[in-house]
């Protein structure tokens, strides 16, 4: 071997070795140091990263999440691509690639126009009384295309065992009911879009401008009467305001002009006795609306019940127009591509087929021990909190701690698979798939009626980066796409993994004691486990962070709602103090010294460091002004910030002071779990 062939040999090993040299997961590039960790960690940890990650064009937020959502899409179009192309394979295979196809299909899909929904306005035509209306009303459902109210098949909260329908409110477009009654110069520039958008999608039907102007002005009045009718957001927090059980003659004793029985019937739910209804009041008020308002206006309103519903799926000029009304409700700049939009619905409609592609081809089986490790850890350490409580007396301690050890794990994917039996997949039919599969879907909802509670089912997919708690199952459950970093990553350290997701595991069991989930027992039952005493020293300590968060401002005049975000904010108190307990007892966390330090960073730093990167996030303002009045989740800067203020471990890993912005005197440091 010439010394030219050594040189480059070993060239070669170093460059091998460079690239394969391990991540920095804790990486001091991402952080601006120039900032005290005391007055702003978030900053601290997250700024250079943010200065350098621009919203882009066809997202309204950029962040930890979005990565891994971005991740999770590229995987779903690769999963769909090879699927279109290998229909010998199998059902599943043909199902889910003849769906991507259509969806796909643009010059199809063009040439259709709106002819996918003509079919359903002829039938809107025809109605012409109150009970023509409901009906209609009944048979849209079944098509799942609900309107007016919601309707679903749930689990009984005071008696988990069975399955109810259930009546809640609904009816609006707008994402929240201070859209049409708030006067801020917010508020009436999006009421104003909504009115123009709602003219041009009636234009786009063939309605004359001046008649698509009326509808749109008959849309608004009917859509902002049902909104005075709907309960605030926070009071929906509260599961014994909206827990209203009572019989179908009872409901109908209440709402004479409707006939629940019959509709009842007509959803394909005969001989139910017994109902849930959200919200009584709301019910009354649509009662009267319905008799008040001429069928004239309520033709007008389905008709645009059916356009909405549909738009997404019709030709460019529905989807385009559909997106205006986007950008000034978030601010997003470009559509978000074709076939993100159309994987991501796949992923919802038929997620069990998708799903068995993602986890075959991106789980790994190891990765489900390591998180069933990680969580049994973390169920350590919320028992040793719960015992150590002082403001809890030993009886509801016990009932706490049955509870917390009856929490199930749903880790991955399901233990069975739906098969969506009964649903078409054609591959020149976009919109027919869509109703297809949620047909199916409904149909699916209904026949839970008679049957055993299933809890085995999930409320989300396995491409899905979230995580979840269930009161009604008491169970957590986390997704295969959520199990990677920066929440998770096998080659990082402890202090990494449990400061990303091992506080997101101790924040979903948290959820089970938070100010809602608190007020179910270890079944699930919507059910008083709590002394009074107990209940008002909890109420009194979450009350102060509920009043801590009320103090934060986003966006000029606007205020984090300390009320919506509460369970959630208690949530992350709860969670990263018991992750960090439960760091404490790995070898990384007991170590100390010059050798345990990573990158200049202890490991108790890392661990604060790694559940601040979790949460960096750029947003656009638009997007921000909404999340504050819909979202439970409080903003991402004080996700990191307001929990930290309160971890006396935090204090000491970076040195905060009295005069640091962040800083509470120890008394005044709020613990709850």
Do not use: C
């Not at 403001?391 to 917390?404: H, R």
Request: proline fraction near 5%; aromatic fraction near 12%; glycine fraction near 6%.
């Amino acid at each position: 071997m010439t010394k030219r062939v050594v040189f480059l040999f070993a060239v070669a090993i170093a460059i091998g070795f460079l690239a394969a040299s391990p991540p920095k997961f804790i990486d001091p590039q991402n952080m601006d140091l120039s900032v005290k960790p005391g007055d702003n960690f978030y900053q601290y940890a997250n700024g250079n990263w943010l200065r350098k990650n621009a919203v882009p064009a066809s997202k309204t937020s950029w962040g930890s999440f979005n990565e891994l959502r971005e991740k999770s899409l590229d995987a779903m179009k690769s999963l769909l691509e090879d699927a279109t192309k290998t229909a010998t394979k199998g059902r599943l295979y043909q199902m889910v690639g003849d769906y991507y196809m259509s969806g796909m299909d643009s010059i199809t899909i063009e040439k259709r126009g709106f002819d996918p929904i003509k079919a359903d306005l002829a039938r809107v035509d025809k109605v012409n009384n109150k009970a023509t209306f409901f009906d209609e009303l009944a048979y849209q459902r079944t098509q799942s295309n609900g309107m007016l109210f919601g309707f679903g098949v749930v689990t009984d909260r005071k008696n988990v065992n069975k399955y109810l329908p259930q009546f809640s409110q609904g009816g609006t477009t707008l994402p929240d009911r201070d859209y049409y009654l708030k006067n801020d110069a917010r508020s009436q520039k999006i009421r104003n879009a909504y009115l123009d958008n709602l003219t041009q999608l009636f234009t786009l039907i063939g309605e004359e401008p001046t008649q698509a102007s009326q509808d749109a002005e008959i849309i608004m009045r009917v859509e902002t009467a049902l909104a005075k009718a709907q309960m605030p957001r926070v009071d929906m927090r509260d599961p014994y305001k909206t827990y209203n059980k009572m019989t179908v003659a009872s409901f109908r004793q209440q709402t004479p002009g409707i006939n629940w029985s019959d509709q009842l019937t007509k959803y394909g739910a005969k001989g139910q006795d017994t109902v849930l209804v959200q919200s009584p009041a709301f019910f009354r008020s649509l009662d009267s609306l319905v008799s008040i308002t001429p069928i004239e206006d309520w033709r007008t309103y389905m008709r645009w019940n059916i356009i909405k519903g549909a738009a997404p799926y019709l030709s460019d000029a529905f989807v385009k127009q559909n997106f205006a009304f986007s950008k000034v409700l978030s601010g997003q700049k470009e559509q978000t591509p074709r076939w993100q939009r159309v994987s991501m619905l796949i992923d919802g409609t038929l997620s069990d087929l998708l799903g068995q592609l993602y986890v075959e081809k991106y789980f790994k089986p190891e990765a489900k021990q390591r998180m069933l490790a990680l969580v049994n850890n973390l169920e350590a350490s919320f028992q040793e909190h719960i015992k150590n409580l002082d403001w809890m007396s030993e009886g509801t301690k016990k009932k706490a701690l049955a509870k917390l050890l009856a929490f199930k794990r749903k880790i991955g994917y399901p233990d069975k698979w739906k098969s969506y039996e009964g649903v078409t997949i054609d591959r020149n039919d976009f919109y027919g798939n869509v109703k297809s599969a949620s047909k199916w879907s409904y149909n699916q909802m209904i026949s839970r009626l008679g049957k055993p509670v299933d809890r085995t089912e999930w409320g989300m997919t396995p491409p899905t980066v979230n995580a979840q708690y269930s009161p009604v199952n008491n169970d957590i459950s986390f997704p295969a796409a959520i199990l990677q970093f920066p929440f998770f990553d096998f080659n990082a350290d402890d202090a990494v993994n449990y400061g990303g997701i091992g506080a997101v595991i101790g924040h979903e069991m948290t959820h089970g004691f938070d100010d809602s989930g608190r007020q179910y027992d270890a079944d699930g039952t919507l059910r008083d486990w709590w002394t009074k005493d107990d209940a008002t020293k909890f109420k009194e300590r979450a009350d102060k962070v509920r009043d801590q968060f009320f103090g934060f401002k986003v966006l000029d005049s606007i205020k984090v709602n300390g009320q919506l975000t509460l369970g959630e904010n208690l949530a992350d108190l709860g969670g990263l103090a018991i992750a960090y307990d439960a760091f404490k007892k790995t070898p990384q966390g007991k170590s100390s010294g010059k050798k345990s330090l990573i990158d200049g960073f202890t490991p108790d730093q890392r661990f604060f460091l790694s559940w601040a990167q979790v949460w960096r996030s750029n947003q656009l303002p638009e997007s921000t002004a909404q999340r504050i009045l819909t979202d439970p989740h409080a903003p991402d800067i004080y996700r990191v910030n307001g929990p930290l203020s309160n971890i006396d471990a935090w204090y000491q890993a970076f040195n905060i002071q009295a005069g640091d912005k962040l800083f509470k005197p120890k008394d005044q440091r709020i613990r709850v779990w």
